[in-house]
């Protein structure tokens, strides 16, 4: 029997729960992340660039309680883990060799879920780079993929 997958979320998964939306709807059925065991991990920085995204867009009371919910159900990692530390330096380098750069707070979240070894999951296809090189993801569309045209035999 195989453990169950362990998942890193991106910041941009917590924002979909945050606004209650369709991809939020999609995500939770499909990983029901409040109710999985082993809990779900977030770096620390995803605490930061969510509570600044609250701050910038002036986010209500329901908003903002949905926030402290997230952020204290999730387990947090620390950044200051010198193997963390030293697969930010990999990747950054690595994706710099190449010509391809993310952006500081997308290195943290993969350096995470490199360490931990657990699954990212992220709506943000800037991580596609590091697939499987240094990480495992699943991506989750924004968008539904659009319908197949119905057949030429069902009735109209």
């Known amino acids: 029997m195989t453990a169950p997958a362990r998942y890193v979320l991106d910041t941009n998964v917590l924002v979909h729960s ?5 991809v939020w709807d999609r995500i939770r059925a499909a990983y029901d992340l409040l109710a999985i065991d082993p809990t ?4 620390i920085v995803t605490v930061g660039e969510l509570r600044s995204l609250a701050a910038q867009h002036h986010w209500g009371k329901a908003k903002l309680d949905q926030v402290a919910f997230l952020l204290g159900y999730f387990v947090r990692i620390p950044v200051q883990a010198d193997d963390l530390i030293d697969a930010y330096v990999a990747i950054d380098s690595a994706m710099a060799n190449r010509g391809h750069f993310l952006g500081k707070n997308d290195l943290w979240i993969a350096a995470t879920a490199a360490v ?3 699954t990212l999951l992220t709506t943000d ?3 596609d780079p590091l697939v499987p090189d240094f990480l495992r993801r699943d991506f989750i569309p924004t968008r539904r993929p659009p319908s197949p045209p119905p057949s030429p035999e069902s009735p109209p």
Do not use: H, N, Y
């Open 18 to 22: 945050v606004r209650r939306d369709a």
């Open 40 to 43: 779900p991990l977030i770096s």
């Open 116 to 118: 931990t070894g657990a």
């Open 125 to 127: 296809a800037d991580f």
